[in-house]
């Protein structure tokens, strides 16, 4: 099962084909084959990377769960 690499919960829905949003933290997660983004949802709808806050094991980790469901 998903977990939102950012608060662990595994309240994530699926907003897009390759798109995920937790409602734990409130954060989009994007997969893009073997690369996940990290997405803050602003106020105006836009969307800040915070894949700077996130270590490249953690991601592979959480792509390989996304692509084992």
């Not at 608060?7 to 073997?34: A, M, P, R």
Request: hydrophobic share 35%; net charge negative.
């Amino acid at each position: 099962m998903l977990r939102c690499p950012n608060c662990n919960s595994k309240d994530i829905g699926k907003i897009g084909s390759h798109q995920f949003y937790c409602w734990g933290c409130f954060i989009e997660l994007t997969v893009n084959g073997e690369k996940m983004s990290v997405f803050q949802v602003e106020e105006d709808g836009s969307l800040s990377s915070l894949d700077d806050l996130f270590f490249e094991e953690e991601m592979s980790e959480e792509i390989q769960e996304i692509h084992a469901t």
